[in-house]
């Protein structure tokens, strides 16, 4: 949430939208369904203004591949920076050290902006290849201004795994769902 609200802010975004993925491709299977997923993400924005749940990719089904999304955002004709809308794709810095390896990554760049912060361990600064491919096209990879927080959300499916808290790490009304629902148990 925090990165959502400092995206938003800092670059001045119209909104923010959280996309589920249908089946991620790059980890593991999740025990918690897409749907539940979903569920869980309008959970933690409602009543936040401008972030909004985009259902796109569970509606689509299958594996989920940035790509992907953004050309179906994008439409036919392929507009994004130069188009009317302005697509800005928020990741962590430990994503953005592994973004080569991502399905058709030069075209991602090519379609949206990217906006990083800062992750433990991991300093915002784009692999040569991306770095090269943003100077190629005159693009300024966005540093969001905020600390390094050390969450994520394996963490905190690890941590509800082995029963430990983690009240101030999710919503309170996700972590009642996530409890009614029993998800993330041994």
Not at 89 to 102: E, K, P, R, S, V
Not at 164 to 182: F, K, M, N, T
Request: aromatic share 6%; hydrophobic share 45%.
């Amino acid at each position: 949430m925090a990165l959502a609200r400092t995206a938003r802010d800092h670059l001045g975004l119209e909104s923010v939208h959280f996309i589920p993925a249908a089946e991620p491709w790059q980890r593991r299977p999740l025990t918690a369904t897409a749907e539940q997923r979903a569920e869980m993400v309008a959970l933690a924005i409602a009543g936040e203004p401008n972030l909004v749940l985009n259902r796109m990719e569970i509606d689509r089904g299958g594996p989920s591949y940035t790509i992907d999304t953004l050309r179906a955002l994008a439409g036919p004709t392929g507009t994004s920076l130069a188009g009317a809308s302005r697509y800005v794709w928020i990741l962590g810095a430990d994503q953005l050290a592994n973004f080569c390896t991502w399905k058709d990554w030069q075209d991602i760049v090519a379609l949206a902006e990217l906006a990083v912060a800062a992750r433990p361990g991991t300093r915002p600064d784009p692999p040569p290849p991306l770095r090269d491919a943003l100077a190629r096209l005159e693009r300024t990879l966005h540093r969001l201004p905020m600390p390094e927080m050390a969450i994520s959300s394996s963490a905190i499916r690890d941590r509800l795994s082995r029963g430990e808290p983690v009240d101030g790490l999710v919503s309170p009304a996700v972590l009642r769902y996530i409890r009614q629902h029993r998800l993330y148990q041994a």
